[in-house]
């Protein structure tokens, strides 16, 4: 089978998109998947950037580092250089497919994609507590498991 590429979009791609990367890389690795595994925002703010310290710090408490993480935003022609685009929520999603107009990867909310039925939206943590970066860790794990189940699927 050739080897699957995916694109995870949050909007700042310093908080939920970079932790789902992290996860899937981790857990891909484990599984035995060769999968080529990025993230990236639609918007430019944080661009060059390291990861949230809250995100970085709940990420690290699971044993994921995102210490090496920089921010990028994502640009027409990844739709030319992975298979799926996957959205962490509706406006990200929205920004996606104004920018795909039609050509390449299929962009899609990426925890349906991956199986999780509730919530359909990654809920985004950055104005909130600690507890929601602690429950974005939860949330990608759970949703990388269905991730794996998929891509094993084929
Ligand atoms: P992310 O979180 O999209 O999960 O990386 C956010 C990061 C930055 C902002 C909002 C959400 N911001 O407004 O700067």
Redesign the pocket.
Known sequence: MEKQSILFV??????????VEAVARRRCAEAGLEVTLASC???N??AGKGA?PR?LRAAAAAGYDLSRHR?RQVRPGDFDGYDWVLA?DED?LEALLSMRRGRGAPAELFLPWAGVASPRE?P????GDSDGFRD?VALAERAVDGLIARLRGG
């Open positions: 949050c909007l700042g791609n310093i908080c939920r998109s970079p932790l925002g639609t918007g703010w944080h949230d995100m921010a962490m990200n990654f985004d943590p950055y104005f974005s």
